[in-house]
């Protein structure tokens, strides 16, 4: 089983860059594909970011192309997640998640099993 622990968030100014970190422990995330998920408040949860085995293949949602860069260092069993360009409307809890994936694939619908607790970021204007 695979626990995953977030940390990283806060509060910024619009404009700002935050990194998120998401730590893994129990098993290691080589063979896992990683996603980066978040929830606003009173909105449902959406994809974010994936990156599949080694990070060569990554995918984003349209709203963060281009502002955000998921990473990972599978010797550290850690995954990325910097954020540039910050806007309130990224405000939201971020959440980390895992799946174990024979075939790398980074589809926003792979269904994820391995969730964090997640971690708040707000942007202010």
């Known amino acids: 089983q695979v626990q995953l622990v977030e940390s990283g968030g806060g509060l910024v100014q619009a404009g700002d860059s935050l990194r998120l970190s998401c730590a893994a422990s129990?098993?290691?995330?080589?063979?896992?594909?990683v996603g980066w998920f978040r929830q606003a408040p009173g909105k449902e949860r959406e994809f974010v970011a994936a990156?599949?085995?080694?990070?060569?293949?990554?995918a984003y949602s349209d709203s963060v192309k281009g502002r955000f860069t998921i990473s990972r260092d599978n010797a550290k069993n850690t995954v990325y997640l910097q954020m540039n360009s910050l806007k309130p409307e990224d405000t939201a809890v971020y959440y980390c998640?895992?799946?174990?994936?024979?075939?790398?694939?980074?589809?926003?619908?792979?269904?994820?099993?391995?969730w964090g607790q997640g971690t708040q970021v707000t942007v202010s204007s």
């Open positions: 990156a599949g085995w080694s990070g060569g293949r990554t």
């Open positions: 129990g098993r290691t995330l080589t063979w896992y594909v």
């Open positions: 998640a895992a799946y174990y994936s024979s075939t790398n694939n980074i589809s926003p619908k792979v269904p994820y099993d391995h």
